[in-house]
């Protein structure tokens, strides 16, 4: 119940296509559902997070899509560049203030040039 | 970075000897998590505290100890380490108030011989 499962555990997509990593989760306590992009040496940074409450958040070439009832969210990265060549984690938090996340197994995205 | 530091970037040590990672923030933010990381597994919460001397086991917290004397410092000890502790540790501290958002130290990289 507290696990998050993430696919695939690795990308490989040619500059400028589209990539996609999927999440999903069972616990429907879960409120809050970051991602984090992480570079090689360096801690994770959070990229866009989404609550359930919303279908849809996009920020720059990074959109969020939602599906409460599926339980599944996914990361879409328009017009992928190799500068966004990195590890991508999604997490879920339980409904409190402690912030505890439970991660996803990460993706390792490779693009192209 | 977010205002955290860990200390040391680099340790190797041998089985059976004790291990204190530092984490410090300037950010005074009330939470403070150690996670580690290892490949297939994501991100693990060990430890993590909510306040000064406040401290709770996360999901990893076998062999771990934590304490918290200031809010600026959080430290992690492994009492005898083993092999198995071998990984990548990062500290996280936590935003003020909702959604309380994390963020991630440059990490330490904890070889265990």
């Known amino acids: 119940q507290q696990q998050v499962k993430q696919s695939p555990q690795s990308l490989i997509v040619q500059k400028g296509g589209i990539s996609i990593i999927n999440c999903a989760y069972e616990?429907?306590?879960?409120?809050?559902f970051p991602w984090y992009q992480q570079f090689p040496g360096k801690g994770p940074a959070l990229l866009i997070a989404?609550?359930?409450?919303?279908s849809e958040k996009k920020e720059g070439r990074f959109t969020i899509s939602f599906n409460k009832s599926a339980k599944q969210f996914s990361l879409h990265i328009m017009d992928s560049q190799p500068g966004d060549s990195a590890t991508y984690f999604c997490?879920?938090?339980?409904?409190?203030?402690?912030?505890?996340?439970?991660f996803g197994q990460g993706t390792t995205l490779q693009v192209k040039p | 970075d977010a205002g955290i530091t860990q200390s040391p970037r680099h340790k190797v040590t041998e089985t059976g000897t004790p291990v204190t990672l530092r984490c410090h923030q300037t950010?005074?933010?009330?939470?403070m998590y150690w996670y580690r990381q290892d490949p297939g597994h994501g991100l693990r919460l060990i430890h993590y505290?909510?306040?000064?001397?406040?401290?709770d086991k996360g999901e990893v917290s076998d062999g771990y100890s934590v304490s918290r004397s200031k809010t600026e410092d959080f430290l992690l000890t492994l009492e005898s380490a083993t092999s198995s502790q071998t990984s990548v540790y990062f500290c996280?501290?936590?935003?003020?108030?909702?959604?309380?958002?994390?963020?991630f130290g440059p990490g330490t990289r904890l070889t265990v011989t």
């Open positions: 616990n429907t306590a879960f409120d809050y």
């Open positions: 989404i609550r359930p409450d919303v």
């Open positions: 996280a501290i936590s935003g003020r108030g909702p959604p309380y958002e994390q963020y």
């Open positions: 505290s909510y306040g000064v001397k406040d401290t």
């Open positions: 997490a879920a938090r339980r409904s409190s203030n402690t912030g505890k996340l439970i």
């Open positions: 950010e005074n933010h009330r939470y």
